[in-house]
């Protein structure tokens, strides 16, 4: 039952960069693999990228490899998204989402808790 919440939206020009930040609490975090998904008007919420209950490995989809970073602070209980060079299809609502059911995965179903989202809008 860990609760999530995302902060470190924007609005930022295209190439421009943002620091997504998801807290946790309530929950024993280093049990928990995390993800960031996304949801832009109109679409389907989908996975961005995973970092597992370890924090060896990592997940992204294609449209974001070597620009958009995942990572996570046990200590601080925390997971970031580090999200560079920033294009106009960027633009979206992200969601932070945990799940204690897998140690790893890219599956968005097996993700049971989820935050309320941060906007990030990114003009051209």
């Known amino acids: 039952q860990v609760q999530l919440v995302e902060s470190g939206g924007g609005l930022v020009q295209a190439g421009g960069s943002l620091r997504l930040s998801c807290a946790a609490s309530?929950?024993?975090?280093?049990?928990?693999?995390m993800g960031w998904f996304r949801q832009a008007p109109g679409k389907e919420r989908l996975l961005v990228a995973v970092v597992s209950k370890s924090g060896g490995s990592t997940y992204y989809i294609d449209s974001v490899k070597g620009r958009f970073t995942i990572s996570r602070d046990d200590a601080k209980n925390m997971v970031y998204l580090q999200m560079n060079s920033l294009k106009p299809e960027d633009a979206a609502v992200y969601y932070c989402?945990?799940?204690?059911?897998?140690?790893?995965?890219?599956?968005?179903?097996?993700?049971?808790?989820w935050g309320q989202g941060t906007q990030v809008t990114v003009s051209s």
């Open positions: 989402a945990a799940t204690d059911r897998y140690s790893f995965t890219m599956f968005p179903r097996f993700y049971d808790r």
């Open positions: 309530g929950g024993t975090f280093s049990r928990y693999c």
